[in-house]
């Protein structure tokens, strides 16, 4: 069981994009901004350098910089949740030892990618990481994009240690946020991370969630939120549909991370495009301009409910 309370995670956390100028250099002002527009908006958590921030797209002196700017534009504003994940066990506890000295919240890692690693690879890989960092753990599963399952065998061992105080689950299945959730127990976080079933993922038990498309869109992931914890299901049902459309318009894109990123700069924040080889999206294109219109209006016509 962990020895962290870690209710204050539980709500709707950003998976925050990682802006780059022109020339390709991370924007570390820019950063700060995206920051400061989210906590505007009402959001209280931000997942730092993870699939959406293209984290592994850059070197570990670029992850520790953003980690670093994005703490400074929060202070105590915000819960900052760093993922730390790297090919490198190594390279991950060092990065899980930065975001304790910058101020962070927590820590969060995918399992070693590219190879496949057993089940005692992965105990070990994640382990080391809970050892560098007096921080609450958040397991990330995504075994479409890492292909590695995680079975309720290594989730019970990860239980043991008392650093690991949750789970980021975006595997595709909805019925794993409920094993997780019911083997984890009250206390213990489980975040929804298929953003397409954030309303189905909650109900089957998932405490809060974590997604890339919630920074295109956040009052209505924020609404959607609102309208589950009061318990007014139908109305969340039709929200969830209405979002669950805006992100398969935003993944008919060249990219999904492009499209996100050109939703923001039309919304007010410049935070350039994303890394090749994820593909830009034209600001000038009539159809994410008709996306873009499309959200606004939502937000608008949702504000009441």
Not at 269 to 282: A, S, T
Request: net charge negative.
């Amino acid at each position: 069981m962990s020895k962290y309370d870690v209710s204050r995670f539980k709500n709707v956390t950003v998976a925050l994009n990682t802006p780059f100028k022109a020339n390709g250099d991370i924007d570390l002002d820019a950063a700060k901004k995206l920051t400061r527009y989210y906590i505007n908006k009402g959001i209280k958590s931000l997942y730092v350098c993870g699939s959406t921030g293209e984290g592994f797209l850059l070197d570990l002196e670029e992850r520790k910089k953003v980690v670093e700017a994005v703490k400074e534009e929060a202070g105590d504003e915000m819960n900052i949740i760093v993922h730390v994940g790297c090919p490198s066990t190594a390279h991950s506890a060092m990065l899980a030892r930065h975001a304790e000295e910058a101020g962070a919240d927590a820590t969060s890692a995918v399992p070693c990618v590219y190879y496949r690693p057993s089940e005692e690879s992965v105990y070990t890989h994640w382990t080391e990481i809970t050892k560098a960092a007096d921080l609450p753990f958040f397991i990330y599963n995504i075994p479409q994009l890492t292909g590695f399952h995680l079975s309720m065998e290594l989730f019970n061992r990860m239980l043991e240690n008392e650093r690991v105080a949750g789970v980021k689950c975006s595997s595709e299945p909805c019925h794993d946020i409920l094993r997780f959730k019911h083997a984890g127990g009250e206390d213990f976080i489980v975040f929804n991370g298929p953003d397409e079933q954030f309303l189905a993922g909650r109900l089957m038990g998932a405490d809060a969630g974590i997604g890339g498309t919630y920074g295109a869109m956040p009052e209505l992931y924020l609404k959607l939120d609102e309208l589950i914890r009061r318990g007014s299901i139908e109305e969340a049902q039709k929200l969830q549909v209405t979002i669950t459309m805006f992100i398969y318009r935003l993944c008919s894109f060249p990219s999904m991370y492009g499209a996100c990123k050109t939703i923001i700069r039309l919304d007010g924040v410049d935070i350039g495009d994303p890394r090749l080889p994820f593909l830009p999206v034209d600001a000038k294109d009539p159809e994410i301009i008709q996306l873009y219109q499309d959200i606004r209006k939502a937000v608008e016509d949702t504000r009441n409910l």
